[in-house]
């Protein structure tokens, strides 16, 4: 399988939807809103895939789901991921298609979260910390101060067995979470920043799709894709129809898909706490201090 595999509000639905479009050619923006992941449409087929339905879990495992603990959900992931690859090789033939996923890679109880049996490529989208707290906040529907403090706990974990039918990622810190994709070595990973994403759509996803062995690559078809995932385009339609994936407290899903946003929003001290907590990464990366 091939998977997508970020932060939270790292790029994750974008590089999904613009994958969706290149997949799938003949689809207009306005069906990307319209989508259930339930469904059975061109755009629900391609979209659905991620490791974290319960579904996949609860046909694996001898007891109910509900009340499993996440080293539990940990020891059924391998049998979990087998039956999502079945699923996606049977269920649709458009190519590519990027299951969903925001675990960190790493271990749990001496269980690797990621086999290569079943991970055949991961693009890994990375964003300045600084604007994922102000998107993550949005999101939660907490303050930057209880997110920036989310956003170095070693052992977080995303989601819960509610009524949302979705198990647990470990997404850990945003400076473990970046590190752990990094460095691997057994799987391989197309990292990107989402920054040179919004500058240079054509080019990095050109270069994404490169590494994914999609069929029939041209820059041409790169372009439609991303010309009818613009950030702009999904805003407006989103105006118009909830996207699926949005949060009941949300006003919208498409936030604001900026690159420096954070500068005119987090507290000076915020914004200190979180350069202090990710420094090493953010050099890495190439984020600059303020």
């Not at 949302?164 to 920043?193: F, Y």
């Not at 490169?210 to 790169?222: C, K, Q, Y």
């Not at 949300?250 to 507290?267: A, N, V, Y």
């Amino acid at each position: 399988m091939q998977f997508v595999v970020s932060y939270p509000k790292s790029g994750n639905t974008w590089i999904r939807l613009v994958t969706a479009a290149y997949a799938l050619e003949d689809v207009s923006a306005d069906d990307f809103m319209h989508f259930d992941k339930d469904d059975e449409s061109q755009v629900g087929n391609v979209m659905r895939f991620g490791d974290r339905t319960k579904y996949h879990y609860q046909a694996v495992s001898p007891f109910p789901i509900g009340p499993l603990d996440f080293g539990t959900e940990v020891r059924l992931r391998p049998a979990a991921m087998m039956l999502l690859e079945r699923d996606i090789s049977e269920t649709t033939t458009q190519r590519p298609i990027l299951a969903k996923s925001h675990h960190l890679n790493g271990d749990v109880d001496g269980i690797n979260l990621w086999n290569p049996a079943w991970t055949d490529r991961v693009v890994n989208p990375v964003r300045d910390p600084r604007e994922v707290c102000c998107s993550f906040a949005a999101h939660l529907g907490e303050s930057y101060e209880h997110t920036a403090r989310i956003m170095n706990e070693p052992k977080k974990t995303l989601g819960s067995q509610s009524a949302d039918g979705e198990v647990h990622h470990l997404i850990g810190t945003w400076s473990q979470h970046v590190r752990g994709w990094l460095s691997a070595e057994k799987i391989p990973v197309h990292t990107v920043r989402y920054e040179d994403m919004r500058a240079n759509p054509v080019k990095e996803f050109y270069d994404i799709f490169d590494f994914l062995n999609a069929p029939d690559l041209t820059v041409e078809r790169v372009e439609n894709a991303v010309r009818k995932t613009s950030f702009d385009r999904l805003q407006k339609v989103e105006s118009e129809h909830e996207f699926t994936e949005s949060m009941d407290h949300q006003d919208k899903f498409f936030r604001s898909g900026k690159t420096d946003g954070w500068k005119g929003e987090l507290p000076v001290r915020l914004v200190r706490k979180i350069e202090k907590d990710h420094g090493d990464m953010m050099n890495a990366l190439g984020y600059g201090y303020l």
